[in-house]
């Protein structure tokens, strides 16, 4: 009974942020983009960052796909020479936000002040004011920025643009421990970079 549970949840489609470690080459998105695309997965949102750790940048990919999709581009990604290290987990597993800024005309903020009040309750704030249109910033989940999206529609939303997602994982010490970790290492010792990859359980956790 639980074998048949364990395929049905690793054949059902959800969201995985992918993270990935990589030193700061020229020409890496690039090829991290191919692994995608070969495989017809669409990418929904990219955040590329420097890391904790210098010289060491972070990807966050997020996609739809089956946990065995994902276990199979997590393998295939860190076998890239630049990459370091690639962490796969569910929307449980991490702590993530977006940002989002909505333009609207200045006019119709002013006029009208339960629109103030709306943008209140929704967590926004001014960024910029200008004679034509007032700028504001929000961060949250997409149901949220969506959702404000939808309020302002009526007043005369003149633009929106959202960020790509940042997320930090919920349980682990990070990577920067784990580097250090195998700096220590003798050398000509075997440093095994797979270790979750190799580990059904372990595959979407630090």
């Known amino acids: 009974m639980s074998d048949s549970k364990d395929i049905e949840l690793g054949n059902s489609k959800q969201e995985f942020t992918i993270t990935v470690y990589t030193e700061n080459q020229i020409g890496i998105l690039n090829r991290i983009a191919i692994i995608f695309s070969r495989r017809k997965i669409n990418i929904e949102s990219l955040n590329v960052s420097p890391s904790e750790i210098e010289h060491i940048h972070r990807f966050n990919i997020l996609i739809t796909e089956t946990e065995d999709v994902v276990k199979k581009l997590a393998r295939q990604i860190e076998k890239q020479v630049e990459v370091l290290k690639v962490y796969a987990n569910t929307n449980d597993d991490i702590i993530w936000q977006e940002l989002a800024l909505y333009k609207v005309p200045t006019e119709i903020v002013a006029e009208k002040v339960f629109v103030e009040r709306l943008l209140r309750e929704n967590g926004a704030r001014v960024v910029v004011i200008r004679k034509n ?34 997320a930090i994982i919920k349980d682990s010490e990070g990577f920067n421990s784990k580097l250090r970790e195998f700096e220590r ?11 979750f990859l190799d580990k059904e359980k372990n595959v979407f956790t630090m």
Request: hydrophobic share 35%; glycine share 6%.
């Open 133 to 166: 249109y007032t700028i504001f910033e929000t961060t949250g989940h997409r149901s949220e920025t969506d959702k404000l999206i939808e309020v302002l529609q009526p007043y005369g939303l003149i633009e929106f643009v959202r960020s790509a997602r940042v």
């Open 185 to 195: 290492l003798e050398p000509g010792q075997e440093v095994i970079e797979n270790e």
